[in-house]
């Protein structure tokens, strides 16, 4: 993976807009309230809360002296580490970085932790904390990412798993990057690095027997890190859980239950504990046939003594279309709101992609005003999905696609290459009016038309196409129904500067997305990003300066298992409209996408 050097910060907020700017966006998941810590006993009784789920409190490690838990919390922005008894008292922050610092793991002596952090370059590598002094050291560097550490009981070692040597390839059919990860170990002092599993599948999770000859761990095919990413898998292909002798290499499978089985630890002598991610028993099972706390938990860390677990889980919340969220830079608000959100022109209003049926059709072209917890769905079609809506210059209409989408809707199971087109069955850009009047469907035939974009003087607009006819971008006039073709590659999610311009796209090319523009005559093409992944999910600036996007150049940032997401990474940048000055807004492992940008006539008015 390429690294990657931002301009200063300071430098940065000098080039930015000359008004704070507001940027929606939307976050596939956690929402805000929706993950939270807990202790119970280790047989899941008296469970209770530790702390509040809108803290955003994750990861949890118990240290090896029972006394104190460090843990991961949003609570002041950026995700960073915190220490606390077990009782909830003598609450500490250990880190303060606007970077990502996550998945702590004591030392044997609980006077040090190894943790994973962003703060050298972007991406995920491990870190040393002295307790005392808080003077941090690096332990890991380089391409890819470094994950889950965990230290030896005799001290000597510290495994972790690592996608340093992969190159994120996509899924089949698909273009989210499975996540192909071995497990390492390495000495505290950074000698010794010694990978331990073989290449081309996922180990992730490492743990230790108390006598410090083997790592423990869950293994996968790369291919099941796409069904075991979502936050229930429909698959329930089993995964294994094995060991590794650090001394001769010898791995061996252990026996577990069916099921997708993750995070294996030796809780308590020879038992062992690990996480079930599918079926009706989800939540944490013993070897020995007894179950403890039960529910969407996602990691868990146990006393010393084994007879306490602390874990965090998902638990219902209340979505709300409009929610703060942390920016690395000042000069950029940011918020978290629907899917594919559009800001009227006057920056009142958002049109998003509202709910929908539970077959995966019947998404809906949803309003709300700037600011307001409450949304009004203006169209829907219980055989069709919406997508990528956009409003007219003067915020009369609304233009989208229409059609079954099943790449963006149907959990994974669309699938698409040289034997499955991308057409999906067709689906038109149609326009209606703000308050749902007035439909029409302005582009006809059998290929997959969608994500359109009206020109300033609202006479043409831009969309991309898939089908037998080619693929590419298409430019319709709306009065007379030309069409003129000006790009033929696979082009995705065009928008029409708002200074007319230019027209910036996403394409695929060699297996990354990557962010171009042209003239609407189909001239002066320019590709604006050169990165490994993909970068898209664009939006203009109000005065077409500026480009703010979603980028996974960064790459995971965790193990892919982790997060619930369909792609666990992707943060938010901004650039100059030539691809100049790019700057990291996000910084975390979750999935991040769809920005769009707030007229400033309306920046402050907002909640």
Known sequence: MRAYHLLPLALLSLLAPADPARIV??????????????????????????????????????????????????RNGSADLYRVNTDGSALERLTDNPAYDDQAAFSPDTKQLVFVSSRADGTADLFT???TTKRITPLTSGAGGDFRPSWSPDGKWIAFSSDRTSSLPSGKGRWEALHVVDVYIVHPDRSGLKQLTPHGGMCGSPTWSPDSKRVLMHCMTAQQTMDNRRAIPDLAEDTRIASVDIATGAMSDLQTPHGVNLNPVLAHGDVMAFIRRDGSTQGIQYSDGTRGPAGQIRAASWSPDGKQVVFHKRIPFTRHPWAKAYSKNPQYELVLGGANSAFSADGAHLAFIGPGAVNAKGASLAVADVGRDTLRVVYRDSTRNVLGPQWTADGTHIIFGIGEFGAFFNNFHTQFGASVPRSEGGAQVAMVRADGSGYEELTKGPANNAFPSISPDGRRFVYRTFGDDGDGLRIMDIATKKITSIASGYDNFPLWSPRGDLIMFSRNEGGNYEIWTIHPDG???????HSQGNDAHMSWSPDGEYIVFASARMGFKDEVTYTDAPQPYGDIFVMRFDGTNVQQLTDNQWEEGTPAWQPAGKMRKGK
């Open 129 to 131: 904390m002295d307790l």
């Open 25 to 74: 966006m939307t976050r596939v998941a956690p929402q805000p309230g929706q993950l939270a810590m807990f202790i119970a006993n280790a047989d899941g009784t008296n469970e209770h809360p530790l702390g509040t789920a809108q803290e955003m409190n994750y990861d949890p490690a118990w240290a090896p002296d029972g006394r104190s838990i460090v843990f991961t919390s949003e």
């Open 523 to 529: 001239t002066n093409p320019k590709q604006l990003t």
